[in-house]
């Protein structure tokens, strides 16, 4: 069974669904000629798709579009999908969309770990979606850059639960940037 027969098959199910839903309108309620009014238009959407109308018409203005509107299209598309996928790498949590912060240039998979078989394009990346850099990060926790893990870990804690917004000295501005650093030094 290919996708044209389930197509035909569905604008016929619709509009045999229309005709008795316009029947039972005029006979029974006339409640049942509004219920009727969307099984009509995607009855017509369908029997357009499935006559081949639709691809045709889609053909037409892609011809008339030219070949350097349709290449400009393609670009603009494969750098959107570049940019999405560079964020993606980069470790965002928001399916490359932006909003959320992303973790830096740090990647989750480690280096040379990209979709081309560990080889990527650098063109693709996206800018740096962070601001902070490794020393701004060690800075603003006030240690040195040969602070262990444990030691990054415990003052963030210290630091955290003086600067947290909903205490009595809490400062919103100096506890985000506590967050971005430590989000950048852990592991």
């Known amino acids: 069974m290919t996708n044209r027969t389930i197509i035909v098959g569905m604008a016929a199910t619709f509009i045999g669904l229309t005709a008795l839903l316009l029947v039972a309108g005029v006979v029974v309620s006339p409640v049942l000629l ?6 009509g238009i995607v ?5 357009y798709h499935a006559s081949g109308k639709l691809r045709d018409r889609v053909r037409r203005e892609a011809a008339r579009a030219g070949p350097g ?18 964020r993606r790498t980069a470790g965002a949590t ?7 912060a992303a973790g830096g240039s740090r990647g989750a998979r480690g280096p040379g770990g990209g979709a081309a078989g560990g080889r990527r394009d650098p063109r693709d990346r996206a800018p740096p979606a962070r ?9 603003a ?18 630091r955290a ?6 205490g009595e000295d ?12 430590y989000e950048l030094l852990k592991e």
């Open 69 to 86: 509107e349709r290449e400009r299209a393609r670009r603009r598309a494969r750098t959107a999908e570049h940019r999405r996928s560079a």
């Open 170 to 181: 809490g400062d919103e501005e100096a506890f985000k940037e506590l967050n971005e650093a």
């Open 131 to 139: 601001g902070m850099t490794e020393r701004d990060a060690y800075e």
């Open 43 to 47: 009855s017509y959407f369908l029997w």
């Open 94 to 100: 928001d399916g490359g969309f932006g909003g959320a």
């Open 161 to 166: 639960k003086r600067l947290h917004p909903d």
């Open 141 to 158: 926790l006030g240690l040195d850059r040969t602070a262990d893990q444990e030691a990054i870990r415990e003052t963030y804690r210290e």
């Open 34 to 39: 509004a219920v009727a009014v969307p099984f």
